[in-house]
């Protein structure tokens, strides 16, 4: 499973590298730190999972999702955000976020959905509509 992980701390971009590379199957396959640079990355690269920040010097996670939304390759997104507010959780999941997590409280929780999105390979890789089963 190839993980790109778009966030424009890098502190937490390494810590979310170091935690999800526990899990066998994972690995990231790019990092980025603006709403360009990830599109791009997802364009060229097709990740099969994305970690996404809300907030970035050159737009929003918010822009992401509706590049994603309208591309035929749809990742599983990830969400995670030091802006949980009920409004953007709204946003992003009708956008199309499958996980949204507060980094301050939930930050952990990206370990119990890799271990999930693991088991859900089968074959060449996962269906997305698996992911939420």
Known sequence: MKVLIADDSSMIRERITRMILRNKGVTVSGQTDTVKETIKFIKSEKPDAVILDIQF????GVDVLQFIR???YKPVVIVLTNFPFP????????????????KSTEFE??????????KCIKGEGFR???VND
């Open 70 to 72: 309208s591309e035929p």
């Open 57 to 60: 010097a050159d737009g929003t």
């Open 109 to 118: 929780e990206i370990l119990g959905v890799f271990d999930k999105l693991v």
């Open 128 to 130: 997305n509509e698996e």
């Open 87 to 102: 409004e953007y959780r709204k946003k992003c999941m009708d956008k199309g976020a499958n996980y949204f997590f507060d």
